[in-house]
Structures are given as C-alpha cells and as structure tokens.
C-alpha cells in the first residue's frame, strides 16, 4: 500500500520543540485532508487542500500550521503543542472532482507529546 | 454543516452471526455515503459505498441500505468471521461542499470465534 505514504510513523516530542508531519500522494489525486483520530474523537477532519488551496480549517489551534506546496504533498508543522494533542494524524487524499470522493488514507503518523 | 451519528459504539457478535451498524445524517443535502474499515493499527479502507440515487448495495457479504426520508443507512455484514473485527466508520458527503466527508464516531465489532 503505497498510494499515500507518511513520515515518520512515530513522534514524540516535547511542548517546546517543533516538529513537522510530511505526507506524500502516488495517486494523481488533487485534494489532501489532515485527519486527527484520538479515542475521544475518532477522525475529527482538521484541514481540507483541494488545488493547493486551503478550503477548510475546522477550528484547528493555532500550534498546527498545515503547508501544500504542490497536490502530491502535505505538511503539518508543529509547535508548543500540548500533551492532550498526542493522537493518531492520519492524512488523506482523493479526487476532489469526483462525486464519489473516495479517500485513500495513509498509514499515519503516531503523536506523542510530553 | 452535516452531523453523522453512529450506532452502536462496540457490537461483538458470535462467528456467523449478522452483524447491523446504523448511523444518521442531518443534511437532506447529502448524496454520498461510504463506509470505512480500519483493522488495528493500520488505515481506513473504504470497503462500501452508495449513492443517494440507490436504495441498497451488496458486495458478497457485505450490504449498505440508505433510507432517504429518514435520512439513516445501514452496514450488514453476514456469515461474520473473525477478520471482519475492526473499527467500522460512516460517513457522508454533502453535495456542493469542499468534498470533505463527515465522519461517523465508529463501531468496534468484534466477532466471537
């Protein structure tokens, strides 16, 4: 499974330090999610890049800086997170055009914050 | 903006047995409903979906029903076995929106050997 691949699979980081998330899309697709799954809140959708373009930012804390440099890659920077922001971040990408919208996720990046 | 309920939050059912995952939309708008699988410790998957054009749709044990009217669509897994246990989530998409999927909480099902 290598259609949307992401770096590192594994953080733990302190509240001082800054960190980024990259994620990669094999699959021509032109929108990208970011995706925060913890067990209080399974896949809450954090932000939405159709075209490179910012579409949607569901309230997300300031700490999280997402980037999209072209549509096959996503970034999400991290800075002064907090310990209840350690979770699963799993990224997304699919066919924004398309009606179906099917969304190929990746294997997410495991988050622990000290 | 859409909200998706799911219920319920864990089933644990024996093998082959049925097992029945339900969730509600609140959007009439919406006409797009897929449902993911997510084994432990690895992604989502899509597994089945449906259009809001269609009633039901199977795929060898696995059948999504939609009731329009009262804005609810249904899992059903047959003949269940083991590697069917997972995270099962729902989720709709709203026509004219940013594609963007809202999810439903999730169903841990297990299935009992």
Same mark, same amino acid.
């Given at each position: 499974?290598?259609?949307?691949?992401?770096?590192?699979?594994?953080?733990?980081?302190?509240?001082?330090?800054?960190?980024?998330?990259?994620?990669?899309?094999?699959?021509?697709?032109?929108?990208?999610?970011? +995706?925060?799954?913890?067990?209080?809140?399974?896949?809450?959708?954090?932000?939405?890049?159709?075209?490179?373009?910012?579409?949607? =930012?569901?309230?997300?804390?300031?700490?999280?800086?997402?980037?999209?440099?072209?549509?096959?890659?996503?970034?999400?920077?991290?800075?002064?997170?907090?310990?209840?922001?350690?979770?699963? +971040?799993?990224c997304a990408s699919s066919q924004?055009?398309?009606?179906? =919208?099917?969304?190929?996720?990746?294997?997410?990046?495991?988050?622990?914050?000290? | 903006?859409? @909200?998706?309920?799911?219920? !319920?939050?864990?089933?644990?059912?024996?093998?082959?047995?049925?097992?029945?995952?339900?969730?509600?939309?609140?959007?009439?708008?919406? @006409?797009?409903? !897929?449902?993911?699988?997510?084994?432990?410790?690895?992604? !989502?998957?899509?597994?089945?979906?449906?259009?809001? @054009?269609?009633?039901?749709?199977?795929?060898?044990?696995?059948?999504?029903?939609? @009731?329009?009217?009262?804005?609810?669509?249904?899992?059903?897994?047959?003949?269940?076995?083991?590697?069917?246990?997972?995270?099962?989530?729902?989720?709709?998409?709203?026509?004219?929106?940013?594609?963007?999927?809202?999810?439903?909480?999730?169903?841990?099902?297990?299935?009992? !050997?």
């Open positions: 499974e290598t259609g949307v691949t992401q770096t590192p699979r594994h953080l733990v980081m302190g509240m001082t330090n800054k960190k980024s998330l990259k994620c990669e899309q094999h699959l021509g697709h032109n929108a990208m999610y970011w +995706y925060k799954q913890s067990a209080k809140k399974p896949l809450e959708l954090m932000f939405v890049y159709n075209f490179k373009e910012q579409t949607e =930012n569901n309230s997300v804390p300031s700490r999280f800086s997402p980037e999209c440099p072209n549509s096959s890659h996503l970034f999400l920077h991290l800075h002064t997170l907090q310990p209840e922001d350690s979770a699963l +971040y799993l924004g055009d398309r009606e179906n =919208n099917e969304q190929f996720f990746g294997p997410g990046t495991r988050l622990t914050v000290l | 903006g859409e @909200n998706v309920e799911q219920h !319920p939050s864990t089933l644990s059912v024996q093998e082959g047995d049925s097992a029945v995952i339900k969730c509600t939309y609140s959007d009439s708008a919406s @006409n797009y409903f !897929p449902w993911y699988k997510q084994e432990l410790g690895k992604r !989502p998957q899509l597994i089945i979906d449906i259009r809001s @054009n269609v009633g039901e749709k199977k795929d060898q044990r696995i059948a999504v029903t939609l @009731n329009k009217t009262a804005k609810h669509f249904s899992l059903h897994i047959t003949e269940t076995q083991p590697e069917d246990s997972a995270v099962y989530f729902c989720a709709a998409l709203l026509s004219g929106s940013a594609r963007q999927l809202t999810f439903g909480s999730g169903t841990q099902l297990t299935v009992l !050997p």
